[in-house]
């Protein structure tokens, strides 16, 4: 132990983020007139390893014998009663580097603002008590609970309850919910993190199996009727450049198999129209020209038509990663709007049902090889019984 007086408590405070906050520190430290009873750690050193380092928490594996003083005061910890401070004390929560806390108490994950202010506290507490369980680092694992938890509030409408949360069951949910947008690999490992937190705040419940996640699963197309739904979904998004976004994505992604980040980069100088039709010279890793199936030939005329020829048909996109630009856009369009993934699965059972030749498709889609292949035959027809034996002997006009 190392007691800290005078300028000291100074330093001390800044490093717990506030003053309020050192009070409170102060209180399950122990106080004796202006002195403070604290753990001394060893400083971090400088440099990007360290920087790494300082946001992985250090194992405190007695949280989960105070599983109920603890989940029963979610939110709280900042002003926490003298009971949940004691419990707090004991496990270590106190110990953590200040580089941590001001890290998850400035960061700010991509939820919605208002719902943010509802639950800051709520997952702070969470990712602080079960995160020392944790190889992962705080803003990683503070990033998937809040949109776990955001998830809870404006999709389930359940109340902000930590038995609730961390139960098995709706983390279940969660992970297997058929509207969300989050790839099988997402979904698996979101549901790691937050199961790792269910075990320190729940460890009661967890006979609880949860449903299996195919590694293998491959995202069905689209089918005719649901097209033409997704087709009034675009044309009537309330202002232009919502309705532009939404055409492009149907356009592009079923009417060329392009994926969300190629997207992105499409130009009208890249769309060239002839009388044989339309093809798109795609840019980017995967460059190939693609021709565009004849039924969207019209919604990739009226992207280009009258666009500046250097200024991309998505419009003005800010943002430098664009591998999430499609689910992004669906989450803040109107309406229930069609996954980038299942669209171009929708291109490619199109090709596979009109026979296209392999080699061609595979070039056409950019691929090198295409595991999913057998799955997605699943959902290609068979040839009709009286072309069966002609085709198969190569004899078919």
């Known amino acids: 132990m190392h007691r800290i007086t005078g300028a000291e408590t100074q330093r001390f405070e800044k ?34 390893e360290a920087q790494s380092q300082h946001m ?9 014998a105070h599983s109920v003083q603890l989940i029963q005061n979610l939110g709280t910890f900042r002003r926490p009663t003298a009971k949940t401070a004691e419990v707090l004390r004991k496990i270590g929560y106190y110990e953590l580097p200040a580089e941590v806390w001001s890290h998850m108490r400035n960061r700010k994950p991509d939820v919605n603002q208002e719902t943010w202010g509802q639950i800051q506290q709520f997952v702070e ?16 694992v503070q990033s998937v609970v809040a949109k776990y938890v955001e998830w809870v509030l ?53 006979p609880y199996t949860y449903t299996p996640q195919n590694r293998k699963s491959t995202v069905a197309p689209y089918s005719a009727g649901e097209m033409e739904q997704f087709r009034a979904w675009a044309v009537n998004q309330s202002n232009p ?35 044989a039709g339309i093809v798109i010279e795609v840019p980017g890793n995967s460059p190939r020209r693609v021709p565009v199936v004849p039924e969207w030939d019209s919604w990739v005329r009226a992207l280009v038509e009258d666009w500046p020829k250097d200024r991309i048909v998505w419009d003005e996109i800010k943002r430098k990663d664009h591998s999430n630009l499609l689910s992004t856009f669906v989450e803040n369009a109107e309406g229930k709007g069609p996954r980038g993934d299942r669209l171009r699965n929708t291109w490619l059972v199109w090709h596979l049902n009109n026979r296209t030749p392999m080699k061609d498709l595979f070039y056409a889609a950019g691929f090198r090889k295409m595991e999913h292949l057998a799955r997605l035959l699943a959902h290609c027809e068979f040839l009709p019984a009286d072309q069966y034996v002609s085709v198969l002997r190569g004899e078919a006009n």
């Open 241 to 275: 450049t919502k309705r532009r976004r939404a055409m492009a994505m149907l356009a592009l992604c079923v009417g060329a198999g392009l994926a969300s980040s190629e997207v992105a980069l499409i130009t009208p100088k890249q769309v060239e129209i002839t009388s």
């Open 154 to 206: 404006t999709v389930k409408h359940l109340p902000l309850d930590g038995k609730l949360i961390w139960s098995r069951q709706l983390i279940d949910l969660y992970a297997t919910d058929p509207d969300s947008s989050l790839k099988p690999g997402t979904r698996r490992n979101y549901r790691s993190y937050l199961d790792r937190i269910s075990k320190v705040l729940c460890p009661d419940e967890h």
């Open 15 to 48: 490093s717990v983020c506030s003053a309020a906050d050192a009070i409170w520190a102060a209180l399950i430290f122990g106080m004796s007139g202006n002195q403070f009873n604290v753990l001394v750690r060893p400083p971090y050193s400088s440099g990007s």
């Open 125 to 140: 507490d969470s990712v602080s008590v079960a995160g020392p369980q944790l190889p992962y680092g705080a803003g990683l």
């Open 56 to 64: 992985v928490f250090a194992p405190h594996p007695e949280a989960s």
